[in-house]
Structures are given as structure tokens and as C-alpha cells.
């Protein structure tokens, strides 16, 4: 673990990898150190944002050296299903590209349980982790200047959905008609860090409920 | 009557801004609010409002409002004139206008009404993210802002004494930044030697700058980070880019240093065109 400045008001935590920052997210999520008004998780790091008149960054940094992380977190997030229409404009070009076919690709992104390990980019678009990993892939050589909204992506090895329309990068495998983002819900966020994610082709979800998406405990 | 504005004119930008939507930067939201929190916070403190009401921000003057009702007003920030209300509350009687002109020196003034501005909250703030595209839409002419109260009593000060945004060159105190191992000792030198200006395609999220590249050391891509307001961060074409209020919640570009929090107010009150030095703050 490494602290690193980042201004008079925040902390930035370098940890060796995704895993590292999962289990430090969630203990620090679920008991922030004094003062701390956002503890913001992506791929190497942890940031914290601190209320400089309630704290100071070395109280802080001495919090963060003591908290015991909770590698056990990732197995107990919520589980949404989101189902899914496998027709992206990307679908057959990146199977090829991965050396594989549209049907492989597919049984692959909905066989096993993805996580969402942080956000960004725009509210409520999760970067998403396969428990097994694998996945390797580019991004489109020129970003959209239109994605649309609902569309299910894969870059690096994130799978990602587009909370609304946007320009992107990310190719594109397919949609689902559940809104990630919604400000009329309460989560408005669907996609949030520690919830477990699982992909069922449309026409083969379980119990979709009449909003779609399911969010059940585990 | 309805405790109301009804706007007239906009100016070029003007928006509704609270203290932002602290706590949610991890869902992707970032905090947006007043891109000068002092001066925000200023005009609440003057009308005895909560600190967390809402005020108009208006970039580069040009705003006009009338009185739905007899309501008390104050501007901050950059002094526009036409505006007998700056760092002074003022009664704005029913039917009466405001009008602010081109501010003297300073980009951005706050009008904060008594009450505050009263439109319905979006994730707990009444701040417009024009990132993220959340919040109440950009103020537009014809709107009726309604204005709320307050349950504060009145402080009882006729007048803030404080000074008004510079129109010259602004010095702004930087500490390192976490990828500030990122760039040689030179760029370092650079960053804190050269002077910059402001460039027009500067907005609420950050200030673009004309000025001396970069240069890096260490070569490839960063995998996205966190970050505040206040950071500097390069882009591969070598000049910085300083973040305010609707600053993205993570980037991917290495962040080589950061305005010290409490300057980044005075960054938001930066003209296109005007100079700008950065200085090593004491660490």
C-alpha cells in the first residue's frame, strides 16, 4: 500500500491490484475514518475526500494504515440480473477478434457472476470484474461519438452498460432495456461497487421483474 | 404572492448551485456545487440562510431578474455593475428588477435571495453538474425560480468587507500531486516558473491553459484515479488542466499537482486571457 498526495484535502491509497482495492473499499466504505466525505474506488486505488475542517490527511493516513481489509466483501453484494439482447454492432467483429464466435462469446459474458468494482465516467456506469477474469479486450480504434443508452460493452477486462447516451470507446455486444441510472429509484444507481452482476440473454430471464432488473439477496 | 424570481435575461451561463453532492463520488456522482465556495457561502452567511441554500451562479454578468414578491438579495463574488446589492443585503420589492452588467473583474457572481433558490432537489443537491448532465436544467429566460425561507434569523451586517476578484495576474499556491514522480524535476520547475493563461474553452469543469508542456518521464497509460478539485492534470499534449466544480470523478491522465483547496475559489473567478503563475506551496 501506497499514500500518495493529492492536494490539501485528499488521500490517494495505491494498492497492487483490483482485489486490494475491493477489500480496502469495502472496509473503509462501510466505516469511513472521521471526516471522510468520499471514499472513491478505481482500478489501482482508493481516493479519500476529506471535510478539511473535520479532519486532517494525516489523521486520515493513520486511519487508512490501520483498517483491517475485508477480502471476503465481494461474495456479499447484492445481485441484480440484467437481461440482456445479444445484438451488439461489435458482437461478431470482437469474437473474431478474441479468436472465438458470437454463441462462445455470449455463453462466456453470462457464465459466471460479474462484480462491479467501481465507477466512473458518468453516474452510475460500473466498471465490472468476471470472477475467473480473462477477458482482454481493445477498445473500438475510434470512440463513438454516439453510444446508445443500455448498451452492454466490453474494453480491458471490464464489461460496462452505458447508464444513458454518450460518446464511447467501449465495443459494443449487445443492450438490456433496465435502466442502470434512474433518478426516480431509490438506489438511483443500479451498478454500484460490491454488487454482483448477472447476465441472462434476453428471453431467458428468470423472474424479470415489471421494471426489469432484479435485485435479490443473495 | 409566490416568493419568486421570474428571469428575464441569462447572461451567457447561469446556473443553480448549492454546496454540491458530497458522499456519492464512488456511485460516479461527482460533488459539482458553487465553483467559488467562498463567495457562495457568502451570500447565504449575509441573509441568514442555511449554508446549504441554493444561489444563481452567473458567469460573465448579463443576469435579470424581477420580484414576484418583496424578497431581500445579495450579490458576491464578481461585481457586476447594476448590482447595489454586492456583499450588501438589499430589499428587491415585488415588481422590482435586478439586473447585473458585465463584471468589472472576476468571472463569476452569486445572487442569493433570502430563503434561497427553492427547486426541487436531484440527489439531494440543487446543484446542476453540466458533466453529468444532473440536476436542475440551466437557468433559461421566462423561468420562475421560487424562492424558499429561511428558518435563521437575519445576521443584522449592512456590508462584507471583502475584496473583489483581481483582474491581473493571480499567483495560486500548488502542492505535488500523486503522478507528480510521473514528470522529470524540470517540469516541476516549469509548472511553478512559467506564467499561463486562461483559455476560452475554460467552463465549470475545469480551466484550460496556454502555457509550457510537461514533459513526462514515465511513458504509458494510467488506469483512471480519483480526484478533486484542484488537481492539474496533463493530458498527453503537456498542458495542464485545472478541475473545478464539475470535474470528472476519476481520470486517466496523470494528475503532476494540486491548487491548494482553499485557492481553487480564486481559480473559478479567472477570465479567459487572464495570467496565472503557480507557486510551490509550503508542504
Not at chain 1, 1 to 11: C, D, E, F, I, N
Not at chain 2, 48 to 57: K, M, Q, R
Not at chain 2, 92 to 120: K, N
Not at chain 2, 217 to 237: C, F, I, K, N
Request: net charge neutral.
Amino acid at each position: 500500500m501506497r499514500l500518495l498526495p493529492s492536494g490539501s484535502t485528499a488521500l490517494l491509497v495505491e494498492l497492487d491490484d483490483l482485489d486490494d482495492v475491493l477489500a480496502l473499499y469495502a472496509a473503509l466504505a462501510g466505516r469511513p475514518p472521521v471526516g471522510v466525505v468520499d471514499v472513491v474506488p478505481a482500478a489501482r486505488t482508493v481516493l479519500l475526500v476529506t471535510d478539511p475542517a473535520r479532519t486532517t490527511l494525516a489523521a486520515v493516513a493513520a486511519a487508512v494504515r490501520t483498517t483491517a481489509p475485508r477480502p471476503d466483501a465481494r461474495a456479499g453484494g447484492d445481485v441484480v440480473e440484467l437481461p440482456v439482447h445479444y445484438d451488439g454492432a461489435d458482437l461478431a467483429e470482437l469474437a473474431g477478434l478474441l479468436g472465438t464466435d458470437p454463441a462462445e462469446l455470449v455463453h462466456r459474458h453470462t457464465g459466471a457472476e460479474w462484480t462491479v468494482a467501481f465507477c466512473g465516467f458518468a453516474p452510475g456506469f460500473g466498471y465490472l470484474t468476471q470472477d475467473g477474469g480473462g477477458w482482454d479486450v481493445p477498445r473500438r480504434p475510434t470512440p463513438r461519438t454516439r453510444v446508445p443508452p443500455g448498451s452492454v460493452a466490453l474494453a480491458g477486462g471490464f464489461s460496462g452498460v452505458y447508464p444513458r447516451a454518450s460518446p464511447g470507446g467501449w465495443q459494443l455486444i449487445g443492450r438490456t432495456d433496465v435502466a442502470v441510472f434512474d433518478l426516480a429509484r431509490d438506489p438511483a444507481a443500479l451498478l454500484r461497487p460490491g454488487v454482483r452482476v448477472r447476465f441472462v440473454p434476453r428471453g431467458q430471464s428468470r423472474d424479470c421483474g415489471p421494471s426489469g432488473g432484479v435485485v435479490a439477496a443473495p | 404572492m409566490t416568493r419568486a424570481l421570474t428571469v428575464l435575461a441569462t447572461g451567457p451561463l447561469t446556473t443553480v448551485q448549492d454546496t454540491g453532492r458530497p458522499g456519492q463520488a464512488a456511485l460516479g456522482i461527482g460533488r459539482s456545487g458553487a465553483c467559488d465556495r467562498a463567495s457562495a457561502a457568502l451570500a447565504n452567511r449575509l441573509l441568514g440562510n442555511p449554508p446549504d441554500a441554493a444561489v444563481l451562479e452567473v458567469t460573465l454578468g448579463g443576469l435579470a431578474v424581477r420580484a414576484a414578491a418583496d424578497l431581500l438579495v445579495v450579490t458576491t463574488g464578481a461585481r457586476c455593475a447594476g448590482a447595489v446589492a454586492h456583499d450588501a443585503p438589499a430589499p428587491l420589492r415585488a415588481g422590482e428588477e435586478l439586473r447585473l452588467g458585465v463584471p468589472t473583474s472576476g468571472l463569476r457572481t452569486y445572487v442569493g435571495v433570502r430563503g434561497g433558490i427553492d427547486v426541487p432537489p436531484v440527489l439531494g443537491s440543487r446543484s446542476t453538474d453540466v458533466l453529468a448532465g444532473l440536476g436542475p436544467p440551466v437557468v433559461a429566460v421566462g423561468d420562475v425560480l421560487p424562492v424558499g425561507t429561511s428558518p435563521l434569523p437575519l445576521p443584522g451586517v449592512d456590508l462584507a468587507p471583502v475584496a473583489d476578484p483581481p483582474g491581473g495576474e493571480v499567483t495560486l499556491p500548488v502542492l505535488p500531486g500523486p503522478r507528480a514522480d510521473w514528470f522529470g524535476p524540470s517540469a516541476w520547475a516549469t509548472l511553478t516558473g512559467a506564467a499561463y493563461t486562461v483559455t476560452s474553452d475554460s467552463n465549470r469543469v475545469g480551466l484550460r491553459l496556454d502555457g509550457p508542456a510537461l514533459q513526462r518521464t514515465v511513458p504509458g497509460e494510467l488506469p483512471s484515479e480519483g480526484m478533486v478539485r484542484g488537481a492539474l492534470q496533463v493530458p498527453p499534449a503537456g498542458t495542464p488542466v485545472l478541475f473545478l466544480a464539475d470535474h470528472p470523478v476519476t481520470g486517466g491522465y496523470p494528475v503532476v499537482g494540486y491548487v491548494v483547496d482553499d485557492a481553487v475559489d480564486r481559480c473559478a473567478q479567472l477570465r479567459p486571457g487572464q495570467l496565472l503563475q503557480f507557486r510551490a506551496a509550503p508542504g
